[in-house]
């Protein structure tokens, strides 16, 4: 927990959220400032900033519920589809420091994009450069 975390905040129950699910480890709430009817956040109980500072056993509960809830949100506001995202640290536009996933249910002609807007230009890559990233993540 952290002192001055919101999320923590909700957590601990001293800041007022629409709690949708919990788990022993993870929490689902609705987002105060919605990009969509019923966007969802699930969170960590513990406080972490990165998905990759969860423990494993935090990570599962927390795409378990991301996997359980999407279709529930999906069926509750009657929605075509929907996009699962994080934003994985300040510079990928994260402004809550405690991890969460983001389920924004999409409406067919909503006017938004696909996640792929999310990166900004596309690099131009070789062969080459491309073989060398994947030996480098695979490492
Ligand atoms: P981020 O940019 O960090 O990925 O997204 C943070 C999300 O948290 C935003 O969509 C914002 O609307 C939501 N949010 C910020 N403060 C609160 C709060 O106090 N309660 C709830 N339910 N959502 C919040
Ligand atoms: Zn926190």
């Given at each position: 927990m952290?002192d001055d975390?919101?999320?923590?905040s909700?957590?601990?129950?001293?800041?007022?959220?629409?709690v949708?699910?919990?788990?022993?480890d993870?929490?689902?709430?609705?987002?105060a400032n919605?990009?969509?009817?019923g966007?969802?956040?699930?969170i960590?109980?513990g406080?972490?900033q990165r998905?990759?500072d969860l423990?494993?056993?935090e990570?599962r509960?927390?795409?378990?519920l991301?996997?359980?809830?999407?279709?529930?949100?999906?069926?509750?506001?009657d929605?075509?589809?929907?996009?699962i995202?994080?934003?994985?640290g300040p510079d990928?536009?994260q402004e809550v420091?405690?991890?969460?996933v983001?389920?924004i249910?999409r409406?067919e002609?909503d006017?938004?994009?696909?996640?792929?807007?999310a990166a900004?230009?596309?690099?131009d890559?070789?062969?080459?450069?491309?073989d060398e990233?994947a030996?480098?993540?695979?490492e």
């Open positions: 952290s975390c919101i999320f923590c909700i957590v601990a129950g001293d800041i007022p959220a629409r949708v699910a919990e788990t022993d993870a929490l689902a709430f609705l987002d919605p990009m969509a009817r966007h969802t956040l699930v960590p109980k406080h972490h998905i990759a423990s494993r056993a990570s509960a927390v795409f378990d991301v996997h359980e809830l999407a279709p529930a949100v999906e069926d509750a506001v929605a075509d589809a929907h996009t995202g994080v934003n994985d990928a536009g420091p405690h991890a969460h983001h389920i249910p409406f002609g006017g938004g994009g696909p996640i792929h807007v900004g230009d596309r690099p890559l070789g062969d080459d450069e491309l990233i030996d480098a993540i695979a």
